[in-house]
């Protein structure tokens, strides 16, 4: 691209809103300001890591964990009728607890899968999708120690 070219497209030397020396020098390439149509992508870094944490992947241990959810909770209502049956008629005074830690589990669950990427970061995500595991072995275990 030529400064004194009339048909020449872009910032050039004589424009006011070059940010550099010479049509062919900075500003031809310059990202617009505005992050609009002249702006460029971010190159991706060379070599990039194979290992790095993926969000995607926590994503499906997310999704997987739901779907696990629906077992550990038939194992919870199993584990209580047991005990219901086996005692005096009613479940012990864990059975509440071990609801709300399937609750929670469930939540915390939708939460880690479903925020989009940029709203939290990978260790939170990857922390949420612990403690729903947690939550989720928590419900069966606390009726399956619930005294009756």
Known sequence: MNATDPTATGPTATDP???GTTATGTAASAPAADGGSGALAPAPAPGGDPFAPSTGAVRVFAGTGLVLLVGAFLVTVVLMLRQ???????????????????????LVGLWAMC??????????????????????????????FDPS
């Open 17 to 19: 809103a070059a940010t």
């Open 84 to 106: 219901s049956f086996a005692g005096d008629g009613a479940p012990g005074p864990l059975r509440e607890l071990a609801m709300w830690s399937l609750s929670l589990s469930g």
């Open 115 to 144: 925020l989009p990427g940029d709203a939290v970061g990978h260790r939170v995500r990857r922390g949420a999708v612990f403690v729903q595991y947690a939550l989720m072995a928590g419900g069966p275990l606390l009726a399956a």
